[in-house]
């Protein structure tokens, strides 16, 4: 794992370099951004993107250190070519949760393609959003910290989001996303803080990183096809889920999911299936070509044994499954 890392560095100095002798590079500080995360800098930001996006070269929107204070913004394409977003310091939302209104979004990028999201940190500061939830008090629908909707071609690398107020990534109508290298974290008692959520999305792929949430660690809605999901630390949280699907007459099914070398530690669940109870999801239409290989669930108590259940489920075990599969 470490050499696999070392060479994402390596390949990303190597493309931050060919940016920078291009002399692309758009610094939102030079642009008006202030680095105390109290003054306002969404503007900087959006001038960076703006000017990045308009270059018909590479170009760079470059973030150093330092804490950035950004209100909800749309990074929005189509772009002339490809863009880095390069972050050293952290990003960090306004404390008050009525800022973000109904939008349901904090930081979007729309309709954009081969953009690349690297490093730094990421903090919508959650905690009096939750507070608010909690206590069944009249709130915003409340936000996504990173979304991606319309969009192609894109990697985040090295990125660290904490104390979303809902989903920290959502993914949607998109195709061909990298997520590597990424902490996720939010309190364990955070609601609907999923870590990566999916939807109407083909083509992803998530792999060495760490989620700890309140709410799923990723979340797989309707109309997503060929996923990879390797080397993922869940936990706390809810573990990984497909659904809820069936919601909907005519929504898109979940096809070609793969989960390989993921460690749940102290989860609701390990990997669930979740479906509404419509008529079309019956014992006629089960779930079908399930495959498990090389599964070891246990519980935390050595008094309790871990068992196995299925119904309308169609499918087949390879190798050491412990406990013995119901397929």
Known sequence: ???IILLYCVLFLLFAASYQASNVVYNVVKLGAKPDGKVDSTEAFTKAWTLACSSTWPAMVYVPQGSFLIKPVV???PCKNKILFSIDGTIVAPSNYWVFGNSGFWILFYK???????????DAKGGSFWACRNAGNNCPPGSRSLSFVASSNIMVSGLTSINSQMFHISIDHCHNITLQNMKISAPSW???TDGIHMQSSTGISITNSMIQTGDDCISIGPGSKNLRIHRIACGPGHGISIGSLALHQNEGGVEDVKVTSVVFMGTQNGVRIK???RPSTG???PCKGLKLEDIKLTYYKKSAAATSFCKNANGSNKGLVIPPSCL
């Open 1 to 3: 794992m470490v050499k």
């Open 75 to 77: 990074f929005g394409g």
């Open 112 to 122: 954009v393609t081969g953009v690349t999201v690297y490093g730094g940190t990421i």
């Open 190 to 192: 955070s609601p609907n």
């Open 275 to 277: 479906s509404w109870g």
């Open 283 to 285: 014992s006629s239409n």
